[in-house]
């Protein structure tokens, strides 16, 4: 999915005289995970496919300061953030899209109070825009009649309340949509947020992405789908634990769009 993909940084535009119409944020795991650098090629190809106006902010562009502020170093948190919103600011960003909810989350309602107030979107209610008018088109039927779950991330879902856009992109594969009992604002968290990821879990009988794969099983997909890079790695490690990755795929929506896509 490397095939002459076009990524312009905010700095190219600038030299040129341009402003783009969206800044996509490519996020930590989106830019140095290689699982999650797929996720990211699969969003840049669908933008390049609909002639979206794009840049990201390449080294420019630090960590939001999520891990930092969920594990408890506010100061950090906040040095962090400073340094990104006066990069945003030059810039004059207005609208931003990424495929992280945790940088979403923390772009979007913790960045306003330290001077950097933009429109923040999520990729799925991003993609679901282009959709609908009509600048991108899905001919492919690779979906058609799959059974798919999605798994809603905590920081779109419950803190955000954004459950419908990545069922509407699912929906649109002409897919099976099957639901877990535990989801939208009944979800359970795969165990990856508030800085987990990047820690073993404390001593128990059974880790949390173990019990989310779980709700997943039992509705016997074929494909999980998700909208986080850190769910998606979760998930993936709990299909690995129940040695079922040759019947179940773990897919971003934006990989599912771009597998679909027959341009």
């Known amino acids: 999915m490397t095939e002459n993909l076009i990524v312009p940084t905010m700095a190219e535009m600038l030299a040129q005289g341009k402003q783009p119409e969206v800044l996509f944020w490519v996020g930590c795991a989106g830019s140095f995970d290689d699982r999650a650098k797929r996720i990211t090629k699969a969003f840049v190809k669908l933008l390049n496919n609909a002639n979206v106006s794009f840049a990201v902010l390449g080294t420019e562009e630090s960590c939001t300061g999520d891990p930092a502020k969920r594990a408890g170093n506010e100061f950090l948190f ?37 001077g950097g107030t933009y429109e923040v979107v999520h990729h799925t209610q991003f993609l679901k825009e282009l959709l609908d008018s009509d600048r991108l088109r899905i001919q492919g039927g690779t979906y058609k009649g799959k059974r798919i ?30 639901e877990m009992k535990r989801s939208k604002a009944n979800g359970l968290c795969c165990g990856a947020g508030g800085a987990q990821m990047f820690k073993e879990p404390e001593s128990g009988n059974k880790d949390i992405n173990i019990e989310r794969t779980d709700d997943a099983l039992e509705v016997q997909p074929q494909v999980i789908a998700t909208g986080c890079p850190f769910c998606n790695t979760m998930l993936t490690d709990g299909v690995k634990h129940h040695e079922k990755e040759t019947e179940i795929k773990v897919m971003d929506i934006a990989e599912l769009i771009a597998t679909a896509e027959d341009l």
């Open 149 to 178: 779950t999605f798994h809603d991330p905590c920081y779109l879902g419950r803190a955000n309340t954004i459950y419908e856009a990545p069922r509407d992109l699912i929906q649109k594969l002409d897919a099976a949509l099957v």
């Open 78 to 114: 906040q040095m962090q953030a400073m340094m990104n919103i006066q990069v945003l600011n030059a810039y004059e960003a207005k609208k931003i899209v990424t495929a992280c909810p945790h940088c979403f989350n923390t772009l979007k309602n913790e960045y306003p109070e330290l």
